[in-house]
């Protein structure tokens, strides 16, 4: 048997903001935008080249819902975005105004820096070694 992770469903407080910021800011793909009718929406985002799992940009639609707007692990790294050149990517990101939390650094498994997402998610970007 084989399975993989086809989406990840990511709490927004908006759709068209949501599409801006992952489309420009962090050159993701949009990959399916439809109307479901009633507002709500079925929008996949995806980095450039992935080929597996995507994010499926959910509106909140209820209070406790969107008390977990940009808190959907308690603070924790949330999502991972892997790169294969990490300097040319991180210095796009500085310049679409990307929110670092700290300096690049090196670690056994590779080069990481830790970003925020528009709603203060926290993603883990890395360079995997070789």
């Known amino acids: 048997m084989k399975q ?6 990511l709490l927004v407080r908006d759709y068209n903001e949501a599409i801006a910021f992952y489309t420009q800011k962090l050159g993701f793909q949009l990959l ?37 707007i940009g808190n959907q692990t308690g603070g924790r790294v949330f999502l991972f975005l892997h790169t294969d050149d990490f300097w040319r990517d991180y210095n796009v990101m500085t310049a679409s105004g990307i929110r670092f939390l700290e300096k690049p650094r090196s670690e056994p498994y ?21």
Not at 4 to 9: H, V, W
Not at 39 to 44: A, C, D, E, L, P
Not at 110 to 130: A, M, P, R
């Open 4 to 9: 993989k992770i086809g989406a990840m469903a």
């Open 32 to 68: 399916e935008d439809t109307d479901l009718g009633a507002g709500k929406r079925w929008v996949r985002v995806a980095p450039p080249g992935a080929d597996e799992a995507c994010l499926l940009l959910a509106r909140a639609d209820s209070p406790e819902q969107a008390a977990a």
């Open 110 to 130: 590779g080069t990481v820096v830790v970003f925020e997402d528009l709603y203060g998610n926290k993603w883990d970007f890395i360079e995997l070694k070789k």
